[in-house]
């Protein structure tokens, strides 16, 4: 269950929303607020998991709900006016919803919730991700909900990890051991130091005369296999 509180000046705009939150059992509306006093008050006083929060807004706008607040909770905007997407992004934010906000619309921005707060089983870092399974990814202004069978490969980028999908590489904000180890046993393997690909990614596996061996993945990208990980990767793709 996701608990939600809906910041939004309009009466009608609040049961608008109401309305096409029912379609989502899973969302539990602890109360609603029209001005940024109010907002404060009752988030605070509630600790809600998710705030539908409205731009413009009496005594003052959304970002000032924000400033005040003793913990943020994750925040979807909802507006008439795109020209502060850009300055959500630099908050608690998943998404920004521009008003009429359609069912299409809000089911995305509800599954990018239900994956950042592990509400949602398959997204849940407490359990090995698995087929099927879906990583929730935030990395500057975009954000992205990537089935694990998608990723050809995570890379090390320090404490950050490059996501590769659909020609898509961001920064993951987990180490590549956190994400490794996350994975269910056997749909990625460990081709050097920094890379893991996925098993089925591999279209072909390149050998060369001084016994090295590249993997050739299905998006283009070839990878280099470290002589620690010659033996893993062989008796993996000898079956």
């Not at 009429?100 to 849940?124: M, Y």
């Not at 590489?169 to 051991?177: A, G, V």
């Not at 893993?232 to 793709?237: L, N, V």
């Amino acid at each position: 269950m996701i608990s939600v509180i809906i910041v939004e000046d309009s009466r009608l705009a609040r049961l608008e929303l109401n309305l096409l939150i029912q379609a989502h059992p899973q969302i539990q509306v602890l109360g609603e607020a029209d001005t940024v006093k109010r907002a404060v008050e009752l988030i605070d006083a509630l600790t809600p998991d998710l705030v539908f929060l409205d731009i413009h807004l009496p005594g003052g706008n959304g970002f000032d709900v924000l400033s005040k607040l003793k913990k943020v909770p994750v925040v979807i905007f909802t507006t008439a006016f795109a020209d502060h997407a850009l300055e959500s992004f630099e908050h608690n934010t998943i998404d920004y919803l521009l008003k009429p906000i359609t069912p299409d619309k809000l089911n995305r921005a509800i599954q990018k919730a239900e994956v950042l707060l592990g509400k949602n089983n398959p997204v849940s870092f407490e359990r090995k991700l698995d087929l099927g399974d879906k990583i929730f990814i935030k990395d500057r202004k975009a954000n992205w909900v990537v089935p694990i069978e998608e990723v050809s490969m995570f890379e090390s980028m320090g404490n950050y990890t490059k996501v590769y999908f659909n020609g898509n590489r961001p920064l993951f904000h987990k180490s590549l051991q956190q994400v490794f180890e996350s994975v269910k046993e056997g749909l990625f393997i460990r081709a050097n130091r920094r890379q893991v690909v996925n098993v089925q990614s591999v279209r072909e596996i390149i050998k060369h005369s001084d016994g090295k061996l590249i993997l050739k993945l299905s998006s283009g990208e070839e990878v280099s296999v470290s002589r620690r990980q010659m033996n893993s990767i062989r008796s993996a793709y000898s079956r």
